[in-house]
């Protein structure tokens, strides 16, 4: 089975420059998260979607984040302008949840590691 | 105060040996509790789940204590292929989803 395809696998880009990260999410997975890992701030919890639908934004660092889930086979998470400070492991990670059960463990993909010069 | 404490470490331990990290957290709506593992330039990995029972796999053991609000990872026999780092993660049952730092481990021959 297919696990979460994230692309690209390594991105370089100039501060000023749209970024664009997507993720493929685990069929039947109902739950996608985004992360940024960085040695300073460790794994940071950016943004959650429950079926498709954004339940907590709080970690999305500014303005110049968003995130978008059309389906609940792709979402994206765009970073316009990018800024050096930028630089970091984006991982997406996917689960179930299910009411009455609680959370299925996270299954993550092998990141987007995005250097802004 | 961070919602998940973890001791950074590094744990430089002997193969052979036992070895025990803890995660302490703050928010009491937390619900499912999972260790990870994380190896050098690569994703984290799902190593076991953690219950109120405990839970034991192979040379692995995870438990949770709600009262004083911690969970634990035991390594016994410790093996070279264990150095990575351990992450803590804690779960509300809307989903939001809380890692800790990780601890790192190295074994040694």
């Known amino acids: 089975d297919a696990g979460v395809i994230q692309s690209p696998r390594h991105e370089v880009t100039e501060m000023g420059q749209e970024v664009t990260l997507r993720c493929k999410p685990i069929s039947g997975h109902n739950s996608l998260f985004w992360y940024r890992q960085t040695m300073m701030r460790g794994l940071e919890l950016l943004i959650y979607?429950?079926?498709?639908?954004?339940?907590?934004d709080s970690g999305m660092p500014e303005d110049r984040f968003s995130a978008k889930m059309p389906n609940a086979s792709f979402s994206t998470l765009k970073i316009q302008p990018s800024e050096p400070r930028d630089s970091a492991v984006y991982f997406c990670?996917?689960?179930?949840?299910?009411?009455?059960?609680?959370?299925?463990?996270?299954?993550f993909g092998d990141g987007t590691r995005l250097s802004i010069l | 105060r961070k919602e998940v404490e973890q001791d950074p470490g590094p744990f430089n331990v002997p193969e052979g040996a036992t070895v025990a990290f803890n995660c302490t957290y703050s928010n009491s709506a937390s619900q499912s509790f999972f260790w990870y593992r994380q190896d050098c330039r690569k994703e984290p990995k799902l190593l076991m789940s953690?219950?109120?029972s405990g839970n034991e796999d192979g040379r692995f053991t995870a438990q949770l204590n709600r009262a004083s609000q911690y969970i634990s990872l035991l390594i016994r026999d410790s093996k070279l292929s264990d150095s990575a780092t351990y992450l803590c993660?804690?779960?509300?049952?809307?989903?939001?989803?809380?890692f800790g730092d990780g601890t790192t481990l190295t074994v040694k021959p």
């Open positions: 993660v804690l779960h509300t049952n809307a989903g939001k989803s809380t």
């Open positions: 953690v219950y109120s």
């Open positions: 979607f429950n079926n498709n639908v954004p339940i907590d």
């Open positions: 990670a996917s689960s179930l949840l299910r009411q009455g059960t609680g959370v299925q463990p996270q299954h």
